[in-house]
């Protein structure tokens, strides 16, 4: 289908992020699946949401559930099968809700056909992927080394786990393979891609970096000339060909970089996902945490909509902790706070992302000990903590406050044993409050976070002010962020106190036309303990 001149879709686009393996199970295994999806497609109808990410559902080994693909053009048994898929996409293109998937095109899996056939020695695949005498100084990801020895000998590259080794992608026929893949998607029905890592593709050398706390050798890859070219060509044989949303996970960016790569004009990506939001409490590595400060976040947030027109504003996503636990509060303000998160992604600039269960107010999982950790990451990390000595309390106390499974535990629909989320036995624990925090008890309560995230998305698509305006911030007292959205129509003033106190503020604007207080219980002075609130100004 070719692209037509109005107005790029996603540009007004609410999306939900869907992690398969957690969302919903339709046929008692515990594990998520495709039909699961298929039987919430008019909960997020009625949600309000314009477009599902679908985290990877290839067939995979699921070392990384997922991220760690041996198969493209299939789909995951666990998940369902290729049925499934074409249903899902039909039926979520009849009630309007279109579907982007995560591809990982970094690197596959080890148990690929084509990285078997490496191994074997076959030439053409061995030049799939990068296999060297002798190793470098890189670090991954997931902390050990990027290389791993072969039987034969010899070292193959891997910036994350030894069972995802890294393509090459200075070889113009893993270029083509990926052509045949996207177009193969596409051509389904899906309407654009999450691409995984996708700032760290083109390796210019394999030269050994410079020492770091993380990612030593990283300045050889990250968003180098030849990844910018890699993405102008995806772009011009494929994207442009279809109406697509196209938005690259990008680590370790900066908003310079993040222009080269959304820039409209110089056609790689639509949008970008940057991270240092999510660093805004730690020291260097994830694991070790300081103090969360409010202003921090917000200068932070301030940046990047300065920096893009678009930007992909997420507060949590399948690798990061809960939102409410990381910049709210799970304690008496756990509702108030849930909703201020909600009314801040929904009225910043750009195209919000909300994860499965955020909508509910879902909170970090409630983790008995490491045994009830199923994340790779977590793994490799707990690991490594162990050859540096650490206490198993303290190892302890580290990952379980981390850890990516605080985000994947299973989403809680209603107050039944399982959550409704599985007849079966769950993959990963379900938290206790699923008793209280469920979707159908939500349903039911007028105030609950999940119709307040109902409203604020009508109000959002409603508004020209907040889906199309421009973003100002304004001088605020610390720990709370106050910002217009404004286009011709329409000057809103956004409000959110993102602290557990009163807070005095100079109010501007003339109406009150949305919060998260009721209109009896607003002042006119102070903000309440995470009140949001949107002002309207007669101009
Ligand atoms: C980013 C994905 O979001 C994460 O879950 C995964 O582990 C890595 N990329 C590797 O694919
Ligand atoms: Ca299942």
Known sequence: MAATGTKKWWKNAIVYQIYPRSFCDSNGDGIGDIPGIISKLNYLKNLGVDAIWLSPIFPSPGYDNGYDISDYMGVNPEFGTMEDMERLISRAKRIGIKIIMDLVISHTSDEHEWFKKALEGDPKYRNYYVFRDNKNNWASFFGKSTWTKTQAG???????????????????????????????????????????????????????????????????????????????????????????????????ISPNEAKLLCDEGRNELDAIFFFDHM??????????????????????????????????????????????????????????????????????K????????????????????????????????????????????????????????????????????????????????????????????????????????????????????LSEGTYRKIASPSDVFIYTRECREERLYIYCNMTSSNRAVEFYGDRIVFGNYYSEEQEYTYLKPYEFRIVASNI
Request: charged share 30%; with cysteine; net charge positive.
């Open 350 to 465: 750009g195209i919000p992302f909300i994860f499965e269960g955020e909508e509910i107010g879902m909170t970090n999982g409630d983790f008995r000990g490491l045994r009830d950790i199923k994340d790779i990451e977590s793994f490799n990390a707990n690991q490594f903590m162990k050859r540096l000595f650490l206490t198993h309390k303290l190892r302890r106390k580290l990952i379980l406050r981390t850890s990516r499974d605080n985000a994947r535990t299973p989403v809680q629909w209603d107050s039944t044993e399982n959550a409704g989320f599985t007849t079966g036995t769950p993959w990963l624990k379900i938290n206790s409050n699923s008793s209280y925090i469920n979707v159908e008890t939500e349903q039911d309560d007028e105030d609950s976070i999940l119709n307040f995230y109902k409203k604020m998305i009508e109000f959002r698509k409603s508004s020209k002010a």
């Open 279 to 348: 660093h805004v409490d730690s020291r260097g590595v994830k694991w070790v945490k300081k103090q969360y400060r409010p202003q921090r976040l917000i200068r932070i947030l301030d940046k990047w909509q300065n920096a893009l027109e678009y930007p992909a504003n997420y507060l949590e996503n399948h690798d990061r902790v809960r939102s409410v636990n990381h910049y709210g509060n799970i304690s008496e303000f756990w509702g108030k706070s849930a909703k201020l998160l909600c009314g801040l992604n929904l009225s910043l």
């Open 154 to 252: 010899d070292y193959y590259l891997h910036l994350f786990s030894e069972k995802q080794p890294d393509l090459n992608w200075q070889n113009p026929d893993v270029y083509n393979e990926m052509v045949k893949i996207m177009r193969f998607w596409l051509d389904k029905g899906i309407s654009g891609f999450r691409l995984d890592g996708v700032n760290t593709l083109y390796k210019d050398s394999l030269e050994n970096g410079r020492r770091r706390l993380v990612l030593t050798g990283r300045e050889n890859y990250l968003n180098t000339e030849g990844g910018h070219n890699l993405l102008r060509r995806f772009n011009r044989d494929v994207w442009s060909k279809y109406k697509t949303f196209i938005v690259g996970e990008t680590v370790f």
